[in-house]
């Protein structure tokens, strides 16, 4: 068997056993480096090292120490009881709230299963209350957390512009996030009214008491406020009794707000962080600064000024996500110094159908993260592409961007943390048949979302 075949099926069971192990996927790429470095390439582990990502470690670590910082201070649930109270009552408006809430807090940094564990159990409260068809909720959450994640700023979006910029391929930022903000939307959209959507327009307002809104409210942060210490990468089930306590009237204990009207109230600090993550934004479009520097500066800036709110921020830091991307990332830049890519690449480019071979790619990436980790994905298979796409035989930017959406939207799947939180936070007597419609629905995606994404931006180019 040549080294080749060994170092890609090394690459295989890393996804395999920490699917069905709990064991973090980064740390088992590392030992794998370093092992098939030493026993199969005949390296040594500080050139095996020379590939761990350094502006990648940057970015992740920057931008959820920012988000942490953002959590501590209030600011995020001040954006989720502005959401909330925006809708007034309407109720056919609640499920597109959650998932714009969802999509604003993974646009400015959060990792996807933090954003549906602070705001999963807020939905599914709604969703009891207003008699909303659980799928249609937890769809709409999951959607949102994946439409906002690909921003500049996201951490899905700095994951895959850091890889493709780092292997030299052609790169838009903005087509990226417009194209999977646009796919996860449409699946919003489908969901909606296959779930209930036009019921619940004709049932128009729920709820016109001021007094019970301003309730409701309150108890969302608290939910909101409780979840976000359900640890994502543990047991649903934590999730489940922190959100019961916060729709039953329990008091949550952590963080500024409390469920308190001045914990929730937009004060100096909240002002600031708003202004620090718009011009975190605008800075990485429009002058193109690096992301993890700039997200890095904001953070300080904000510590320094506001100092007690940054306490036990570093140790929010998603470091859970970073050693997974660096193990991931190292692992196939041993495959790449040592020609393995390349060799992949060029088999690929014979296949003598590129259309098809591309396809291949996305589904290949929609079946794995369907089970497996999405920013594991993101960071192994598009340079395992590269060889392949420099063959010019299909738009680099439209495969990325196809590769993204197939990866991604599939979250849904209960059998990946976003869907797995979803269920946990359904009503008990409903959690067996939420878990089934998201198993049919998130199959479904895992075949139709890398089709539609393939015909829609890799074919056009390559015609």
């Known amino acids: 068997m040549s080294a080749e075949v060994i170092a890609l099926a090394v690459l295989a069971l890393v996804f395999l056993i920490a699917t069905v192990r709990s064991v973090n996927m980064g740390a088992l790429a590392l030992v794998a480096a370093a092992v098939v470095g030493t026993m199969v390439y005949n390296v040594e582990v500080k050139d095996v090292l ?54 604003l807090i993974t646009a400015i940094g959060a990792v996807s299963p933090a954003a549906v564990a602070i705001v999963a159990p807020i ?12 799928m249609l909720m937890g769809m709409m959450v999951v959607q949102g957390a994946t439409a906002g994640s690909f921003s500049p700023i996201g951490i899905f979006g700095a994951i895959t512009n850091g890889v493709v910029e780092g292997n030299n391929l052609p790169s838009n930022r903005l087509v990226l996030f417009i194209a999977t903000f646009v796919a996860a939307a449409l699946i919003a959209v489908v969901t909606f009214f ?43 089930e934590a999730a489940i009794e922190r959100g019961k306590q916060g729709r039953s009237g329990g008091v949550a204990t952590a963080g500024p707000a409390d469920g308190d009207a001045e ?20 800075g990485a479009l429009a002058f193109n600064l690096d992301v993890g520097f700039t997200a890095l500066a904001v953070a300080v800036a904000l510590t320094l000024v506001f100092p007690a709110s940054a306490r036990g921020a570093v140790d929010k830091i998603s470091w859970g996500t970073v050693l ?34 591309a396809l291949l790619i996305c589904l290949i990436g929609a079946v794995v993260s369907a089970f497996a980790s999405t ?21 680099a930017v439209g495969l990325v961007a196809a ?61």
């Open 263 to 282: 914990g929730i109230r937009l004060n100096a600090e909240k002002a600031l962080t708003l202004v620090g993550l718009a011009a975190l934004a605008v």
């Open 123 to 134: 939905a599914m409260g709604f969703a009891a209350r207003y008699k909303i068809h659980p």
């Open 50 to 103: 020379t590939g761990f990502p350094g502006s990648l470690f940057v970015i992740l670590v920057g931008v959820t120490y920012l988000f942490a910082l953002a959590k501590n201070n209030g600011t995020v649930d001040w954006i989720v009881n502005a959401a909330v109270h925006a809708v007034r009552g309407r109720v056919a408006l609640v499920p597109w709230v959650m998932f714009a809430v969802c999509a």
């Open 194 to 236: 296959a779930f209930g959507g036009r019921e619940l327009i004709q049932r128009g307002r729920a709820v016109s008491d001021e007094r019970e809104l301003d309730r409701l409210e309150s108890e969302a942060v608290a939910v909101s406020v409780a979840a976000t210490h359900a640890r994502v990468t543990g047991t649903p």
């Open 375 to 395: 920013t594991g994905i993101l960071g192994a298979l598009i340079p395992l592409a590269v060889p392949f796409l420099l063959t010019d035989q299909v738009s």
């Open 324 to 357: 997974l991307i660096g193990g991931i990332v190292t692992y196939v830049a041993l495959l790449e110094e040592q020609g393995t890519v390349q060799w992949l690449g060029d088999g690929v480019a014979k296949v003598g159908a590129p259309l098809v071979a």
């Open 403 to 463: 590769l993204a959406i197939s990866s991604s939207v599939v979250d849904a799947s209960p059998f990946s943390t976003n869907g797995a939180l979803v269920v946990a936070n359904a009503e008990a007597d409903q959690r067996d048949m939420t878990f089934r419609r998201l198993m049919q629905w998130g199959m479904s995606i895992v075949v139709i979302a890398p089709l539609v994404a393939w015909a829609v931006l890799v074919v056009p180019e390559s015609l």
